[in-house]
Every structure is written in C-alpha cells, then in structure tokens.
C-alpha cells in the first residue's frame, strides 16, 4: 500500500497502458477463433444458399440465413465455455457491442427488406459487416483486421452494384474467406 502512494503519475499511466494491452492482446487470441469460425459458417451457408437458389430459382432459400445465426451462436456458446475465461474489460465488451449491433441491424433489415421496403440488402449487409470488422480493428489496434473489413465492406459494396442475381452471394462466400484469413492472421500474429 505504502509503495502505491509513492507511484509516480508517470508509472501509473506506464502500468495502466501495460494492463490495456495485456488485455487488449488476450482478447486478440480468443477473437481470432472467432473470426475463423463465422468465416467458415458465412463461407458454407453463402455458398450453399447461393446453390440452392441458382439450382431452384428461389430466393426463399436466403431464409437459412437466419439458421446461421443459431448455429453460430450455439457453436460460439460451447466453444466459449470449454476455453479460458478472458479478462473482462471496457475492450472485450465493446467489441460484443459491435458485433451485437451488427447482428441486430442485419437481421432486422433483412425482415424489412422481405416483409416491408424491399431494397438491395446484399448491399447494406455487405457494408455493415465491413464496417464491423474495420470498428472492431480499430478497437484492436490491429491493421490486418482493419484493411480486412475495409476491402470486404467498400470491395464488397462495388462488386454488389455490379452483380444483379444470386450470384451476389457469392460475395459473402469471399467475405468468410476474408474472415478465415483474418482470423488465422491474428492468430499467428498472438501465438
């Protein structure tokens, strides 16, 4: 007690950015396993549905979007409680919030867009889940995920305008790759 009063404001600053950081890159390792599997979920449910309605013609097919959504929270759920507890902090739950508004904005747009105001929501979603990624770099300090979500959100957005059938799933599919890679990079950048 007697050595903390005698901590310089210098070293306090010193030991409060050592503590953000530590956090910072434990939350770095466990997001990586993350990243790698929603990319893999977004990479086999967008290559599937793209198949069945280019097979079929029917788009009713992108309503195993929603399915997604369960398996991968599920999945998330079992791999979390057998890992290591990560340190809570102001870093971990904001990254939850943006991953959180993200799920939200998507799944309720795309109920807009089939029961509501049609729009190109290939397009949006795109951009949003871009921008997460971009958001949830920047919250990292990590460039890979930053330029990751940049080139999937922005790249992403062009190829949507340019695309006009199902064939814009396919920009997902490249978008869970994007996804795969960044986590397999973080990965190795935390070992």
């Not at 599937?48 to 991968?72: D, Q, R």
């Not at 971009?134 to 957005?157: E, M, T």
Request: hydrophobic content about 55%.
């Amino acid at each position: 007690m007697e050595q903390n009063k005698e901590m310089t404001a210098s070293e306090m600053l010193s030991l409060i950015a050592e503590n953000m950081n530590n956090s910072r890159r434990a939350i770095l390792q466990n997001s990586a396993k993350h990243f790698v599997l929603w990319g893999a979920l977004l990479t086999v449910f967008s290559l599937g549905i793209y198949l069945l309605w280019h097979k079929t013609g029917n788009p009713g097919w992108n309503f195993l979007w929603f399915a997604m959504s369960l398996v991968g929270y599920g999945l998330v759920f079992l791999m979390d409680r057998k890992a290591a507890p990560v340190p809570k902090s102001e870093i971990g739950n904001l990254l939850g919030y943006i991953w959180a508004t993200f799920g939200v904005f998507s799944m309720c747009l795309s109920l807009i867009a089939i029961f509501a105001v049609p729009m190109h929501i290939t397009l949006v979603i795109i951009i949003i889940l871009g921008l997460a990624e971009s958001i949830s770099g920047v919250v990292l300090k990590n460039w890979p995920i930053i330029i990751a979500g940049a080139i999937l959100g922005i790249g992403g957005a062009v190829v949507a305008v340019i695309l006009k059938s199902e064939a814009q799933l396919l920009l997902f599919t490249l978008g869970g790759v994007l996804l795969v890679v960044t986590g397999l990079i973080v990965k190795l950048q935390y070992k």
